[in-house]
């Protein structure tokens, strides 16, 4: 009986020259690969190509076949990450008190919708304690105080190592994540941000959006960097809003979006869909 193909997906980014997508297609082919979706796009001001190739491969080594992907691309110029069909990522959600982003994100994994293992709940506050037990999820509880800040995030680098988690979720996470964090953990962290950056930056975003009397709300999915919500932006949503609605009504639209938004992002990542570039974005959607 013949084992079920395993499927690849490569994404690729390197200097544009000529060839490129015929030289990685064929590459595939000659090793009894089957393409079943790429796409491709240059950014014109740069010179930089950029391509998503997924395909099945009859075989028995798929880390193996990712390995030579790789050494293939890198002779091309590029720069290449291959991911196959039976990872499941292991994911940390950060939350703090707000539950809107925790509940859909737990809900969606539950209904299938995420290829991935949630392997923790980690948070500064009780609050979301009974909710994830509920969901048969692990709570760690880790205080954050200024006073405590680097001693709380060696704990929470600790614990990541420990359950080798591979993606961090800040789901309406309320404590900004230092550099040095960033840097010992080196993987991507994503962050939803309730306005649509780079307008109203930081603290009390719907707060700042009345004030300034605009009529489209916002919320943004990034990669989180040491710049305060600057980093690559994955996915955004806007919506309407007029004089008549007050602070707490944008509030609860835009939870709406936060929710929406960060789901799409979280979902883009798991299928490999997502290319970081300098501080942008590729997505391949």
């Avoid at 709940?121 to 999820?137: C, E, F, Q, R």
């Avoid at 489209?216 to 809003?241: K, M, N, S």
Wanted: glycine share 6%.
């Amino acid at each position: 009986m013949e084992s079920a193909p395993v499927i690849l997906v490569a994404l690729l980014h390197g200097p544009d020259r000529p060839g490129l997508v015929a030289k990685t297609s064929g590459w595939i082919f000659e090793n009894g690969g089957n393409i079943l979706h790429a796409d491709q796009h240059r950014d014109t001001e740069l010179g930089v190509f950029f391509q998503r190739i997924e395909w099945s491969a009859q075989s028995s080594a798929p880390a193996a076949d990712s390995t030579r992907f790789q050494l293939f691309a890198e002779t091309l110029g590029m720069n290449a990450r291959v991911a196959t069909s039976s990872q499941r990522r292991r994911i940390a959600l950060f939350v703090s008190k707000f539950d809107h982003c925790f509940h859909d994100l737990i809900l969606r994994w539950k209904a299938g919708e995420y290829a991935c293992d949630i392997a923790a709940i980690v948070s500064n506050h009780t609050d979301l304690a009974s909710a994830a037990k509920g969901y048969g999820l692990p709570f760690h509880h880790i205080p954050v105080t200024a006073d405590t800040k680097a001693a709380s995030e060696a704990r929470q680098l600790d614990l990541l190592r420990s359950l080798d988690a591979e993606l961090v979720i800040l789901a309406r996470y309320m404590q900004v994540l230092s550099a040095d964090f960033l840097q010992k953990f080196g993987r991507p962290v994503i962050n939803i941000h309730h306005s649509f950056l780079p307008a109203f930056a930081g603290g009390r975003p719907y707060h700042q959006a009345h004030e300034r009397g605009v009529k489209l709300i916002g919320a943004t999915a990034h990669y989180a960097t040491a710049v305060l919500d600057d980093g690559p932006i994955i996915q955004q949503d806007v919506a309407r809003v007029t004089h008549r609605h007050d602070v707490n009504d944008l509030v609860r639209k835009g939870r709406d979006l936060e929710k929406m938004v960060l789901a799409q992002a979280v979902r883009w990542h798991l299928e490999n869909r997502v290319l970081a570039y300098g501080n942008k974005t590729v997505v391949f959607d």
